[in-house]
Each structure stands twice: as structure tokens, then as C-alpha cells.
């Protein structure tokens, strides 16, 4: 099944909170595991990824937790600021053969709105 | 470097009409990628070109075609098109050999509103 499930649709966070989103999947093919921060007017832009070897990441105040066996992983953004009110999607990545052809799959998108 | 750069931003047609979307790619790449972006559906992928041939596709129905011309830049068309084809249409463009989504870059999009 070509579904990654994210949750919650929407967040509103403190300025100087934690803001955690969480996405799931089922097709353990998917190799490699993006992040994508968009705002209004603009295309997704990559934030974070993270392959399925590793449990964690962190770039900054972001981090990816991946769990491999739960199917799961998660973005944390800390100390959140208003200026990440954003939509966040989350995607996995399936391989197709020949060098470089590739498709994601990204979950609905987490509305995240952190308040001064 | 200039960005990926799509072409109209906005467009309006009515049911039954066919549209064509134009997306050029950050010079020196040679993969293009569209997406449709809905709310309810999010963000989903049509099909990736490289080398103006389509190396990959998604669950679309043949309404939904584009082509690659030489110089990389990729144009997608929608035939008959349908109120549910309202959406903003995404192109993302990456080198296209080695590597994966670090590499790719995603353009503003043209938003597509069907009457």
C-alpha cells in the first residue's frame, strides 16, 4: 500500500514550545524518509530526511525520530517560532529501477500555527 | 542559480476544456517531476520525466500527460478537464542521475481553477 498517514492535520504551538508531528507507513520498501516545510504561495522546500538505519536525526532546532519496527517516525521542532508557521507534509521514498527515477509519497499535511 | 519556475501561476477554465502547464527546471537538471496538490488529497504524484523520456508514472487517468523537451524544460497537459482537477499543480526538478529528494527542488506551482 502507497500510503504514508500523518497526523494531526493542524497545531497550534506556543512560541518556545515543542511542535511534534507523527507519520506512519506500511510499504517497507520506502528507503529514505523526507521532510517539507511549505508556505503560502510557494513549493514544498526539504527540511530534514533521514534513511531507515538511523533512529534520529537533528539539524538545528529539528529532529527526526524514526522507528523502523513501528513503521513510524516523527518531526520535533523545537523552541518553535512564529516564523515556522508553515504546512509541513511528511514523505517516503520508493525507488523504481534505472539510476535516479524515484516517486514520493507524502502524507496530507500538518498545519502548524505557533502563537507569539 | 535561478529556481524551478512555472508558468502561469493562475489559470481559470471551464469543464471540458484542456489546459497545458509549463515548468522549467534549474539549469543543469535534466528530471522533472509533477505533483498535484488538493486539500483533501495533498500532495500527489502525476509522473517524472528525464531526458524528454517519462521514466515513471502515477495512478492518473490518461487525461493527465506532459512531455520533456530537449532543453529539459517539461510541459504537462490536462484534457476535458474536470471540476475535481482544481488544484495547485507542483513541478520539482532534480539532476536526475545519482541522489534522491535532496536534490530536488520544487517550484511555486500553478494554481488551476476549473469552472
Known amino acids: 500500500q502507497q500510503q504514508v498517514k500523518q497526523s494531526p492535520q493542524s497545531l497550534i504551538v506556543q512560541k518556545g514550545g515543542i511542535s511534534i508531528i507523527n507519520c506512519a507507513y506500511e510499504?517497507?520498501?520506502?528507503?529514505?524518509f523526507p521532510w517539507y516545510q511549505q508556505f503560502p504561495g510557494k513549493g514544498p522546500a526539504l527540511l530534514i530526511a533521514?534513511?531507515?538505519?538511523?533512529s534520529e536525526k537533528k539539524e538545528g532546532r529539528f529532529t527526526i525520530s524514526f522507528n523502523k519496527s513501528a513503521k513510524q517516525f516523527s518531526l520535533h521542532i523545537m523552541d518553535s517560532q512564529p516564523g515556522d508557521s508553515a504546512t509541513y507534509f511528511c514523505?517516503?521514498?520508493?525507488?523504481?529501477?534505472?539510476?535516479?527515477?524515484?516517486?514520493?509519497?507524502f502524507g496530507k499535511g500538518t498545519k502548524l500555527s505557533v502563537i507569539p | 542559480k535561478a529556481g524551478v519556475t512555472q508558468t502561469p501561476r493562475y489559470l481559470i477554465k471551464t469543464r471540458g476544456q484542456q489546459v497545458t502547464l509549463s515548468c522549467s527546471p534549474i539549469?543543469?537538471?535534466?528530471?522533472v517531476s509533477w505533483y498535484q496538490q488538493t486539500p483533501g488529497q495533498g500532495l500527489q504524484f502525476l509522473f517524472e520525466?528525464?531526458?524528454?523520456?517519462?521514466?515513471n508514472k502515477g495512478n492518473f487517468p490518461g487525461r493527465f500527460s506532459g512531455r520533456q523537451f530537449s532543453n529539459s524544460r517539461s510541459e504537462m497537459n490536462v484534457s476535458t478537464l474536470e471540476l475535481g482537477d482544481s488544484a495547485l499543480y507542483l513541478c520539482?526538478?532534480?539532476?536526475?542521475?545519482?541522489?534522491?529528494?535532496?536534490?530536488?527542488?520544487f517550484g511555486p506551482g500553478t494554481r488551476l481553477l476549473v469552472l
Open positions: 533521514i534513511r531507515p538505519d538511523v
Open positions: 520525466y528525464f531526458s524528454e523520456t517519462q521514466r
Open positions: 520539482a526538478s532534480s539532476p536526475g542521475l545519482a541522489g534522491g529528494p535532496e536534490t530536488q527542488y
Open positions: 514523505a517516503a521514498r520508493t525507488r523504481y529501477s534505472g539510476a535516479g527515477s524515484y516517486q514520493l509519497t
Open positions: 510499504n517497507t520498501a520506502f528507503d529514505y
Open positions: 539549469s543543469g537538471h535534466r528530471s
